[in-house]
């Protein structure tokens, strides 16, 4: 991922130990590069119907994954 890291404790999730701000700063910088890619697809628009359909049901799948990940976690 080539980021640059340091040692802190994040105020808003109630992971105090210093082994969970590096996993919570990763799941941050993927949250916000995910709401990034959803405001750029959004503006754009379908050439086709039916890639629009076959494009939802792969962000569903997707969005299905994160979530069983980010479960095992919290």
Avoid: H, Q, W
């Avoid at 808003?12 to 701000?21: E, H, K, L, R, S």
């Avoid at 996993?23 to 628009?45: P, R």
């Amino acid at each position: 991922m080539d980021k640059s890291c340091r040692i802190g404790t994040p105020s808003y999730v109630g992971a105090a130990n210093p082994i969970y701000t590096t996993a919570t700063g990763i799941i941050k910088e993927l949250s916000l590069n995910m709401k990034v890619i959803e405001n750029v697809e959004e503006n754009v628009e379908p050439k086709n119907l039916n890639n629009k359909k076959s494009s939802k049901s792969v962000k569903e799948t997707f969005s299905s994954k994160i979530k069983s990940f980010l479960s095992d976690f919290f």
